[in-house]
């Protein structure tokens, strides 16, 4: 089965600083989609950012990027120029390219901005 | 077009009682699911449904039930309610059943079984 992990439960940045988040994950397959998901106070889940596995490019979405290390089995998240509305909840997901294509989540990692 | 509509946002049931979240998409996505969320344990999955009249198990099922008649619905119901049931839960949909479809995600019922 896949698994998921968030090392870091909490993390903080300051307002403007650059913070990244890590996931890691294990899986026997070569093709897959890996997600970042925020979640704010709003409880609402919002897609960050995606990439696809056979895809070498990192995947950036203005502020947001990812460093996607496949061999290592890595996918952190980079936020660059934090703003007090980064902070939230973030979960990084796994999903297969076929089979069962059932998403596996993450714990999560708690960003915390100082003004 | 509305996404994924969920209801109710809260919910306070006894010991014992039963009921029903809904869950309802207008984006026809085949793929269907219901998570739960609680402090530290990230979201894990409950039930799922590839498309009308397919359901199947996730990770913590027991004390749930699904069922998917349409397209469009996929209500969970809580059977017997009991306080290990208190949560947060999510309804979440997705286009296709290939991996490179996000979830769309409801906005969450805060369920408290006392």
């Known amino acids: 089965a896949q698994t998921v992990t968030q090392s870091q439960p909490e993390m903080s940045v300051q307002e403007a600083e650059t913070v990244t988040l890590s996931c890691t994950y294990d899986?026997?397959?070569?093709?897959?989609?890996l997600f970042w998901y925020k979640q704010p106070p709003s409880r609402q889940m919002i897609l960050v950012i995606r990439q696809e596995a056979y895809k070498q490019q990192n995947a950036t979405e203005n502020r947001f990027s990812v460093n996607f290390q496949k061999a290592a089995k890595s996918f952190s998240l980079k936020i660059s120029d934090s703003q007090l509305g980064d902070a939230a909840m973030y979960f990084c997901a796994y999903r297969p390219s076929g089979g069962s294509y059932i998403p596996t989540f993450g714990r999560g990692t708690s960003l915390i901005v100082h003004p | 077009n509305a996404g994924v509509t969920q209801t109710p946002k809260f919910q306070v049931l006894k010991t014992g009682q039963s009921m029903t979240l809904q869950c309802a998409q207008d984006m026809n996505h085949e793929y269907m699911s219901w998570y739960r969320q609680d402090p530290g344990m990230g979201l894990r999955l409950i039930h799922y449904s590839v498309g009308a009249g397919i359901t199947d198990q996730g990770e913590v099922p027991n004390g749930y039930n699904v069922s998917r008649s349409t397209t469009e619905d996929f209500p969970l119901r809580l059977l017997s309610a009991a306080p290990s049931q208190t949560s947060v839960y999510f309804c979440a949909s997705s286009w296709d059943r290939e991996g490179n479809s996000p979830l769309h995600f409801g906005n969450g019922t805060r369920l408290t079984v006392t």
């Open positions: 899986t026997s397959e070569s093709d897959y989609y």
